[in-house]
């Protein structure tokens, strides 16, 4: 699924950055033919990691940095290595071990949602230090990036009737793109993606001095604890994921789903919207629908200029929309962006919601890649990463690449197919489908491999009303994991349910702490104001 960091309760205060790359997957399957030598990795197994104080950027002063160093290829172990960024909360409680968390994306920087993540998760300090971390070329640990246009530019916008006329145009501006993110990521890039990340998981609980792995994964996170499941089953302690993912499903049937979602969670928002008098489209629902439509394609057409990336156009608007919608605590704060934006011209809080709700001021646009494999300063991490290195990760877990004869020929078919889905969010859903066009293939290991997994009882929490990993991937899920899967059905809204839900909150604890597994199959029923508008 794209663009899934699972919500906060309020905007995000800081400034973050991130990269992205492309998406080759490279030398990232964990085993090989039972005759073949095993590379040697007992040093990256051997190492602890060293707590101190955080540094280069504001955090809470409880919250401790470290790092772990990782091969660059693990087929190659001698070849290179990287160093991940990673933050803890200590253990208030008796300590039964570490509990590392992934809050979604893929791209999210880990080390930044923990600083800022409120008291989401401070129950389970009674029994873990919470941890977690920037997966490999993401935040601080080797951020890759496409520089100023992750997205190639207004001339890659899929669906228009540009485009229809002229697809060889888009798949040359498209393979452009893709070298622009080769030239700017470096070495990491060859080697991004989901199989990579979970081997990086396994040398993190090892440093963190656990036998077994205690993961909690929100969305994009839940692909990411089932693939460590498959690769290590033995090493399985208490796993819970939250708004589970699709392990079978193409990039192409994702947009579709996505691009459904999201526009359920736009018309919500707008009848919610059209009750205040503040509403920058009126107060009638049908009407609102039709003008967001309409300021899109103007903004489309005619970009509104900003501050700090030139143009800000109808395609931006809408990337901005698919974070905002996921969680409505930030509906008031996405009215006055929007009104801001209506009124007076002035793209800041939309802006905000593009870069995931993080400050965007003085953050630089791109860089030149990093040969060591350190860790860069915060304030070195390109601003493109949230969206592009979600492209680079989808990119590299799914094996489909279509070939030019096939996308012009399906393209008018697609482009009809997705704004029938949503007439917003359907070609910026598109969009993001064809820019792994001109990248290697992804690997097949997630949607051939990730079944039928011989680990402990892991806790599947899937929500009725999820805008973007809808309830039947949880049962689809759940069925492909086998007998290891318990399904907790959460009868509420929005994406992800941990930080919404009291009642999905207790059972998870429950399960992490105590161990207690509600039974397969049992709820949550949706709370009096759970899902409400604020």
Known sequence: MLAKLSPRRRLRRHAVAGAIGLAMLGAALPATAADDPQPDLTRFYRQKVVW???EGMATPDDLQCGKVTVPLDYARPGAGTLDLALARYRASGEKRGSLLLNFGGPGGSGVSELAFSDDDFMD????????SFDPRGVGRSSPVSCGNAPYGGPGVWAG???TLRDPSAVLRQLKAVAEECAKRSGPVLAHIGTVNVSRDMDVIRQALGDDKLNYLGFSYGT??????????PDKVGRVALDGVDTLTESL???GVTGAAGQQIALDNFLDWCVKDVACPFGQDPRTAREEVVRLVRSMDEDPVPTAFSGEFTGQDLVGALSQALYSTDTWPSLERALASLVEDGDTS???AFAAGGFALP???QGREPSADGGLVDQEDVPLDNLTAALIAINCADDPDRPTARQITANLGR??????EASPVFGRFRLTQVLLCYGRPKGTDFIREKVKDVDSPKMLLVGTRGDPATPYRWTVQTAKRLGPSAVVLDNKGEGHTAYTSSKCVHNKVDAFLLYGTLPANGSSCGSENGEGAAP
Request: aromatic share 10%; glycine share 10%; charged share 25%.
């Open 349 to 351: 809080g939309v802006e």
């Open 223 to 232: 692909r990411l604890g089932a693939v460590y499941a498959t690769q290590f």
């Open 252 to 254: 192409t049937q994702q």
């Open 362 to 364: 003085g953050l630089p």
């Open 160 to 162: 228009t009737d540009e």
């Open 124 to 131: 389970l300090t009674d029994g873990y230090d919470v941890v």
């Open 414 to 419: 697609l482009r009809a197919m997705y704004e």
């Open 52 to 54: 101190k104080a955080c």
